[in-house]
């Protein structure tokens, strides 16, 4: 999608009334089309934080998903870690996100109505939450494809994205 005004009040509008959008950046996220200040601030103002450069890893020293709090909710069905670390798999491109409240950056919280649920090690977001109206935008600051990570060679990429999915449009059920 190309970050115009009128897609972010299209996908605006579409929270509001309860539905889920997961943004996922990749290939595409390193031409963001924001050349403007004013479609940099659509985007932060959408997806509740500052998107900048894409992080390029050297290739034998990949980001890793660290911390990881197992604790969540949707993060619960791997045990601790016992039934698949998250921790193994290979970063080497993302896009740098940060979480904006108020218009103001914050570190770890992200507010009221978000949250950082994963962090590259410890340092930049992977993956971000937030509430808007009565939906969900879900922010993951890679790609979904193999070309920036090998998460989706990883046994645990399907139910990963099947228990972050679940746990947003069926709230109820990752009680």
Do not use: C
Not at 49 to 56: H, L, M, S
């Amino acid at each position: 999608a190309h970050w115009e005004s009128r897609a972010m009040n299209q996908f605006k509008a579409y929270l509001k009334a309860g539905g889920t959008v997961l943004v996922a950046f990749g290939k595409n996220g390193k031409d963001l089309r924001l050349s403007d200040a004013a479609s940099q601030q659509v985007l932060a103002q959408f997806a509740g934080g500052q998107v900048g450069e894409v992080i390029k890893k050297k290739t034998g020293s990949p980001a890793h998903l660290e911390p990881v709090d197992y604790a969540q909710s949707v993060l619960q069905v791997f045990e601790g870690g016992k039934q698949g670390n998250l921790q193994g798999i290979n970063f080497w491109k993302f896009v740098s996100f940060m979480p904006l409240e108020s218009e103001r950056a914050v570190s770890k919280s992200g507010g009221e109505d978000s949250k950082t649920l994963l962090w590259f090690d410890s340092k930049w977001p992977a993956l971000f939450q937030r509430k808007i109206g009565s939906g969900t935008l879900l922010v993951w600051t890679s790609s979904l494809n193999q070309e920036w990570t090998d998460f989706p060679k990883n046994a645990l990429y399907v139910p990963f994205v099947l228990e972050l999915l679940k746990s947003v449009t069926l709230p109820e059920w990752s009680r």
